[in-house]
């Protein structure tokens, strides 16, 4: 299949600028509240750069490679953005290998329309560079090219690096307050996807994210403090390491930050109350089905010597049905209206009160 078949086109020319607030992707583990509304502009007054490859030549690249991951990831761009859009939720198999969970598991997430993401085409270098060693500990960073957004390898208390302390599956990702998957580090897993030569992910700063060695093969040499380097056939860009910051580790390249997180951003769309961690616990198990358009997917969770079946499917009628063990050998049934974003800047969540009942 020609990958460009599925490349969505966008027929106005024009960008769409979002003001969604702070209170963005909610990240569960990294259970942060109260940042307290601050704005950081890291905008200069220095002339965009530019790309070192012919613009329209590089636009059809960059749309091909997320191509490849459609019909979940749409890309277009407009003269000034890329615009990507995802349900966040990767191919590969999730959740496998976290030994630190807080009960999250995946859900489809809308970031589409108006709460896709938009990303700088032509980056421009920051007048005062921003290092995510102090700042954005909340929402995304970067985006990979299966449309799965990355966030700070570092959780929001500011010390834990989420890779260390057990809380990614073994493709560095796990699931936010919403529900919602995300990488906390590079996603060098995809570099056979697209190709040795073609880059991961894009910063949200417009500057790419390549993989463990130059496109020909060759070692990075000397990285600055943000993984990242300029070269004569990439300018600019950054790369994955086996060790922090594992991608950019801040951003060479301007942003704003919000409330401590990039900004705008889109949305994720929670369906249900945040849940506990389930201390002991760790994944062993995913498995996704579909059948007759209702997807079910089961997780299968040791703790203490046990073996825990937890089912959800997502309806055909927009809902989400959680069988959750309670560990004393009885299920939990749970309905919840899948999840909504207000464009105008609030989370929506179900509204009334999730049908429950508890078997024996
Ligand atoms: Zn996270
Ligand atoms: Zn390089």
């Known amino acids: 299949m020609n990958p460009l078949s599925n490349l969505f086109v966008l027929l106005t020319g024009c960008a769409v600028v979002l003001r969604v607030g702070g209170h963005d992707l909610a990240d569960g583990p990294d259970g942060h509240t109260g940042a307290g509304l601050s704005a950081t502009s890291a905008v200069g007054a220095t002339a965009p750069v530019r790309l070192p490859m012919k613009v329209a030549e590089a636009a059809a690249g960059r749309l091909k490679l997320f191509g490849r991951f459609g019909p979940q990831v749409r890309a277009s761009t407009n003269a000034t953005h890329w615009i990507v859009e995802s349900d966040g939720m990767p191919d590969h198999r999730m959740m496998v290998g976290i030994t630190a969970w807080q009960q999250q598991v995946p859900l489809p997430q809308p970031y589409t329309g108006d709460n896709a993401w938009r990303i700088p085409r032509l980056p421009v270098p920051a007048a005062r560079p921003l290092s995510a060693k102090d700042h954005f500990f909340r929402g995304a960073i970067a985006l990979a090219v299966n449309g799965v957004p990355i966030f700070n390898p570092i959780k929001n208390d500011g010390r834990t690096d989420t890779f260390l302390a057990g809380e990614l599956d073994e493709f560095g990702g796990h699931c936010g307050r919403a529900d919602d998957y995300h990488y906390h580090i590079a996603p060098t897993h995809l570099q ?62 301007e942003v704003v930050e919000r409330d401590g997180q990039v900004d705008p951003q889109p949305r994720a769309a929670p369906v249900r109350p945040a849940l506990p961690p389930w201390r002991g616990a760790r994944i ?77």
Request: charged share 25%.
């Open 284 to 360: 062993t198990g995913f498995d996704r089905v579909r059948s007759n358009a209702v997807e079910e997917f089961h997780l299968e969770v040791k703790a203490a010597g046990q073996t825990h079946h937890l089912r959800y499917r997502l309806n055909t009628n927009q809902t989400v049905t959680f069988e959750s063990p309670d560990g004393e050998g009885r299920i939990t049934t749970e309905t919840h209206p899948m999840g909504r974003v207000d464009v105008r800047g609030r989370n929506r969540e179900a509204s009334g009160r999730p049908r429950r009942s508890r078997q024996p």
């Open 192 to 253: 056979e996807r697209v190709g040795a030569g073609e880059p991961i992910a894009v910063a949200l700063d417009g500057y790419w994210i390549y993989g463990f060695t130059e496109p020909d093969g060759s070692p990075t040499g000397a990285l600055d403090g943000f993984n990242g380097h300029s070269t004569p056939t990439l300018g600019y860009h950054y790369h994955a390491t086996r060790a922090y910051p594992y991608l950019n580790g801040g951003f060479h390249g």
